[in-house]
């Protein structure tokens, strides 16, 4: 990390980072970890968790548009969760917390069942070469997984700028269990609730189209 990245993680992590048991890995989730939300955030409200937060451009500007929701982001890369911590604390953000773990482990061991309203998933890693997409997050076992965590009528929001990897949420969303199609047409209309990221304006500039998906829990 940079230096200021570093500061940032020891003055704020404190206030804004989630501790949680390891099993294995430094970014796994020990069995029998599952967080209270209603003791997490102070308050019983909305719940929303971005899976893949990135350097937090999206959750940070979501989390302070609307105060009366509880964001979590989930990231296995601490420079971009020290960025996410001193951008929310420049912008005042309060309803925000973060979690260092990888997503299939927080949507099972931390987050309780049915206790998320919006599970968010934009611009995963693509691994757009061949022998590499089995890599990919979005798969029949992450479906699961979101329903999992999703309350009844919760909504699941899938936005990529590679048209293989949309057709693949696609497929594997539309076969899922537990979830109907949230739009009309071949492709959701693009969420408004997300700001433009550096990835989205990447895969714009390089003449991809951004192609976002959404699903409801029922």
Excluded: C
Aim: glycine content about 6%.
């Amino acid at each position: 990390m940079s230096p200021a990245q570093e500061r940032a993680w020891s003055e704020l992590s404190p206030r804004y980072l989630i501790e949680v048991p390891r099993a294995v890995a430094s970014t796994s989730v020990a069995h029998g970890s599952e967080l209270d939300p209603a003791e997490v955030w102070g308050r019983t409200a909305p719940l929303i968790v971005e899976i893949g937060s990135g350097q937090g451009h999206a959750i940070v500007h979501a989390a302070a548009a609307r105060p009366e929701a509880d964001f979590l982001a989930v990231e296995v890369f601490k420079a971009g969760l020290a960025r996410t911590m001193k951008d929310a604390d420049a912008a005042g953000v309060g309803n925000l917390r973060l979690v260092e773990a990888n997503a299939p482990e927080v949507l099972t061991h931390l987050v309780p069942a049915a206790s998320v309203d919006e599970l968010w998933v934009f611009f995963p890693d693509p691994w757009h070469k061949k022998r590499h997409t089995k890599r990919r997050l979005v798969t029949a076992e992450f479906a699961a997984l979101a329903a999992r965590a999703l309350k009844a009528g919760g909504m699941l929001r899938l936005a990529t700028d590679w048209e293989d990897y949309a057709l693949q949420m696609a497929e594997v969303m539309d076969a899922a269990d537990g979830f109907a199609r949230a739009f009309e047409g071949e492709w959701a209309p693009r969420f408004d609730g997300r700001v433009m990221t550096a990835f989205e304006r990447k895969g714009r500039a390089a003449g991809r189209e951004i192609r976002d998906l959404a699903y409801t829990r029922i």
